[in-house]
Nanobody, 127 residues
């Protein structure tokens, strides 16, 4: 059974940093892409970026400035580092995995490209 567990969220002040983790089980982690998304209340789910192999792809150039996606295959864990947090970053952050292997490609923006989702971790940024 494929399972994803996102963690590391919390309440932080603007300008702070967080590192979110996504620990997975039930499949060979090394072979699959991991996507990161976020959803604020009343808004659609938004892609942050993804990583496949060692290649990270971000949904927008603006995401590259403050977000960094990495993975540790030995720990079956992917990470989302967020720096210089802003109130507009407040959202539930999700990680996701596609059902199929994708080589060095992953979709940084399309939630429907992914088949399995973690439960999300809440990030709240105070001004």
């Amino acid at each position: 059974e494929v399972q994803l567990q996102a963690s590391g969220g919390g309440l932080v002040q603007a300008g702070g940093s967080l590192r979110l983790s996504c620990t997975v089980s039930g499949f060979t982690f090394d072979d699959y892409a991991i996507g990161w998304f976020r959803q604020a209340p009343g808004k659609e789910r938004e892609g942050v970026g993804c990583i496949s192999g060692r290649v990270s792809i971000y949904s927008a150039d603006s995401m590259k400035e403050r977000f960094a996606i990495s993975r540790d295959n030995a720990k079956n864990t992917a990470y989302l580092q967020i720096n210089n947090l802003k109130p507009e970053d407040s959202a539930v952050y999700y990680c996701a995995v596609p059902e199929a292997r994708s080589g060095s490609y992953c979709s940084p923006r399309t939630p429907t490209w992914y088949d399995f989702w973690g439960q999300g971790t809440q990030v709240t940024v105070s001004s």
